[in-house]
């Protein structure tokens, strides 16, 4: 299957500063990427997608003041959280949708995920 | 919009079948996935099923499709301690890309 990987693994940070999380296609390029949350025990939620060379699409209740997004590249989208606060303590995942000329049929590959705690 | 629902705990000993349930509300839903997330990590993509066919084997992996009663099951035969993990299923109507992810099944294997 295609590789996702995601960086910082896990970071913890003042409340108050910001955050960036590298999401990255190793081996396909991916036009199109999405950012989930996950709270403990819980499912994902979609934050947004993110589309190369244009603006993410926010999900309902997600501001996207907060969570900035920039797909600047085809292998690259960043999420960062901005003046992160300790509700904003969650694993964050990415994933990638395979595009159909290696054969995908609208499935997401997902990173490993990030863990951040704000203190 | 979609909403899928799964059993919140399954709990199997080593050898036995495990069979994991999900229902989905939207008839359109046009891909089905299964996907595995160990503690801590990210989430594996196992197995998908396309919604105009019934079943689908992938080694240990069997799905089934009721599309009628949007009705969606993971068997996983012979199963293995290493099996033990959350498992999700996903919807799309693939029209978009949006999944919509279960609440999730934590699979428990006992020896």
């Known amino acids: 299957g295609a590789v996702v990987s995601q960086h910082p693994s896990r970071v913890i940070c003042k409340s108050g500063t910001s955050v960036k999380i590298e999401c990255r296609s190793l081996d396909f390029q991916a036009t199109t990427m999405f950012w989930y949350r996950q709270f403990p025990k819980q499912s994902l939620m979609l934050m947004a997608t993110?589309?190369?060379?244009?603006?993410?699409?926010?999900e309902q209740g997600v501001e996207k003041d907060k969570f900035l997004i920039n797909h600047a590249s085809l292998t690259l989208s960043t999420l960062t959280v901005t003046s992160a606060h300790p509700e904003d303590s969650s694993f964050y995942i990415c994933s990638a949708r395979v595009p159909k000329y290696r054969g995908g049929y609208n499935e997401q590959f997902f990173g490993p995920g990030t863990r951040l705690t704000v203190l | 919009g979609e909403d899928v629902e799964q059993s919140l705990f399954l709990s199997v000993r080593e050898g036995d079948s495990s069979v994991i349930n999900c229902t989905y509300t939207?008839?359109?839903?046009?891909?089905l996935y299964w996907y595995k997330q160990e503690p801590g990590a990210g989430l594996q993509l196992l197995t998908y099923?396309?919604?105009?066919?019934d079943m689908k084997q992938d080694q240990r992996l069997t799905v089934l499709l009721n599309k009628k009663d949007k009705h969606l099951s993971l068997r996983i035969a012979d199963t293995q301690t290493g099996d033990s993990a959350i498992y999700f299923c996903?919807?799309?109507?693939?029209?978009?890309?949006?999944?919509?992810f279960g609440t999730g099944t934590q699979l428990k294997v006992e020896l």
């Open positions: 996903a919807a799309s109507t693939g029209g978009g890309n949006k999944l919509t």
């Open positions: 099923i396309f919604s105009n066919m």
């Open positions: 993110s589309n190369e060379g244009s603006k993410a699409t926010y």
């Open positions: 939207d008839s359109s839903s046009t891909y």
